[in-house]
C-alpha cells in the first residue's frame, strides 16, 4: 500500500520463524519488503533466516501491544533479501532438526536428566543451536552441552519453556475441532483456575478441562467475564425454599434462560423449574416470615422448542425401522398342470396344502415296490389279498413296472369292498 505524499513507511517489520517465533526487526536499509518475502536478519551471532509476517502500521500496533520496547542504539536490523545460498543454507539446518533432537534425548537419557527435550532450532548460517525443554525442577545440563557440542560442532543453547508455550510451538488440534489458539493468535498466557469452570457451571472433569499442554484450557477465560455479570441478577443458592408442603434445595441453574430447579428434601429425584423472579419472591416471603403452598404454584413451564424444517425424506424419525416391511418376493406360479390331473387350476398355498397332504398320505410299503402287477381278482380274493397284504412274499418283475401306477381297491366306510360291476 503505498503511503501519503511526503510521509515515510514504518521501519520496523516483524519476521516469523519456525514454530510462530515472531520478532522485530529495523529496516535500516528502506527495503521494499511485503508480507511472505523471505529475509536475512541480524543473530548474535551470525545471521537468520526468516520469513516477513507484518509491514506497515500495522507492526506499530503490534509492538505496542507486546509492549515492545525501540531503543535507539540497541536494535536487530534487516540485512537483505534472502539469496539462493542464504535458502540453501537455511534448509540444510531445517533438515538436521528432527535427527539432532532424537539424538540429544537419548545422550539426555543416558545421562539420567529429568527433563524432556521438546524441540530444536537451527540458526538460518548453521551456526547456533537452540534446543527447547520443559521440566519441573532445576537441571544441571552442563555435561549435556558439552557433549552436544562435540557431536553437532556448532553453539548450543538451552532454553526451557513451559508446557503451555511447548504445545504453541508444536501446534496441534483441539477439542473444538480447530487449530490451537496458543499457536495460532494467542500470545499471552494467563493463569486459569478452576473457579472459571465452577461459575459456568462446567463439570470438573480433568480429562474435558485440560487441554493439550495438560493444563486448564485457555478458553475457559474467554467468557468468564460474561457469565460472572449474568450471575449477579440469580439468588444465593445456599438458602433453602420454605414452602407448607417442606423445604426445597438448589439443584442446577440455567444462566442463559434465567432459570433455577429446586428439590424437596424427602422427594430429591422431583425437581421444579422456577424463574429467577419466583425464586426471589419465595425468598422474600420466607424473610417476612410466610410460606407459600408449594413450589409448583410458582412452577415455570419449560417449552420444548420443535424443530423448524420439514421432514420431507423421513429419515429423521426414530421408529422408522420399527414399522413392518413388505415382502418383494413374488408368489411363485406352478410350473405346470400336470399335479392338478390336467384340470388347469391353480396350486393352492403350501400352508393350506400341508394339513391335506398328511391326512392323505398313505403308508408306504417297501416291501412290495418291485412287486409284479397281476389281474384282478375277485371279491373273495380281493378280500384275502387285502387281510394278508403285510405278509406277502416279496416278487421280482420288470423294471418297467416300478414307474406305474398301482391301482388300490376302493372301500366304503363300513369296511367292506365294493362290489365289481365286472365281476
Known amino acids: 500500500m503505498e503511503q501519503p505524499a511526503g510521509q515515510k513507511p514504518f521501519e520496523w517489520v516483524e519476521v516469523r520463524f519456525k514454530n510462530g517465533r515472531k ?61 539462493q545460498k542464504d ?26 536428566l529429568v527433563m524432556k527435550i521438546s524441540d530444536v532450532e537451527f540458526q538460518g548460517d548453521n551456526s547456533k543451536a537452540t534446543f527447547y525443554y520443559t521440566a519441573d525442577d532445576r537441571v544441571d545440563f552442563r555435561q549435556l552441552i558439552r557433549e552436544l557440542a562435540s557431536m553437532f560442532r556448532v553453539r548450543i543453547e538451552m532454553r526451557q519453556i513451559g508446557a503451555r508455550q511447548e504445545a504453541s510451538r508444536l501446534g496441534g488440534i483441539g477439542s473444538c475441532g480447530r487449530e490451537l489458539c496458543c499457536s495460532t493468535w494467542l500470545t499471552d498466557f494467563r493463569s486459569v483456575n478452576t473457579s472459571a469452570a465452577r461459575y459456568q457451571q462446567l463439570s470438573l472433569n480433568p480429562t474435558k478441562l485440560a487441554g493439550q499442554c495438560g493444563k486448564l484450557k485457555c478458553c475457559l477465560n474467554y467468557e468468564l467475564d460474561s457469565y460472572v455479570e449474568a450471575l449477579k441478577e440469580f439468588p444465593e443458592t445456599n438458602k433453602r425454599l420454605k414452602t407448607q408442603r417442606g423445604d426445597a434445595a438448589y439443584m442446577k441453574m440455567d444462566i442463559f434462560q434465567g432459570k433455577m430447579w429446586y428439590a424437596y428434601v424427602d422427594e430429591a429425584m422431583t425437581w421444579v423449574a422456577l424463574d429467577t423472579s419466583a425464586v426471589k419472591e419465595i425468598l422474600e416471603m420466607n424473610a417476612k416470615g410466610e410460606k407459600p ?59 393350506n396344502a400341508a394339513p391335506e397332504a398328511k391326512e392323505n398320505q398313505k403308508p408306504k410299503r417297501s416291501n412290495n415296490r418291485n412287486k409284479p402287477k397281476g389281474p384282478r381278482q375277485k371279491q373273495g380274493g380281493q378280500q384275502a389279498s387285502a387281510e394278508n397284504k403285510g405278509n406277502a412274499p416279496k416278487a421280482q418283475g420288470n423294471s418297467n413296472n416300478r414307474n406305474k401306477k398301482r391301482r388300490r381297491p376302493n372301500r366304503n366306510r363300513s369296511g367292506n369292498q365294493k362290489p365289481n360291476d365286472q365281476a
Request: aromatic share 6%; hydrophobic share 30%; glycine share 6%.
Open 23 to 83: 520478532e522485530f526487526y529495523k529496516n535500516v536499509d528502506e527495503l521494499s519488503l511485503h508480507m511472505g518475502d523471505m529475509i536475512a536478519v541480524e543473530a548474535q551471532p551470525g545471521h537468520d533466516v526468516g520469513q516477513v509476517s507484518l509491514t506497515g502500521e500495522l507492526v506499530r500496533l503490534q509492538m505496542r501491544k507486546k509492549r515492545f520496547r525501540q531503543h535507539p542504539d540497541q536494535f536487530l536490523k534487516v540485512y537483505r533479501k534472502a539469496n
Open 87 to 112: 535458502l540453501d543454507l537455511w534448509t540444510k539446518g531445517r533438515e538436521r532438526e528432527n535427527e539432532t533432537m532424537l539424538k540429544a534425548r537419548e545422550i539426555a537419557q543416558r545421562l539420567e
Open 293 to 351: 403452598a408449594s413450589l409448583e404454584e410458582l412452577m415455570a413451564e419449560v417449552e420444548v422448542a420443535e424443530p423448524d424444517f420439514d421432514n420431507v425424506v423421513g429419515q429423521d424419525d426414530i421408529n422408522r425401522f420399527d414399522r413392518p416391511q413388505r415382502s418383494r418376493n413374488k408368489r411363485r406360479k406352478p410350473r405346470g398342470n400336470s399335479q392338478q390331473g390336467g384340470t388347469g387350476q391353480p396350486a393352492q398355498n403350501k400352508q
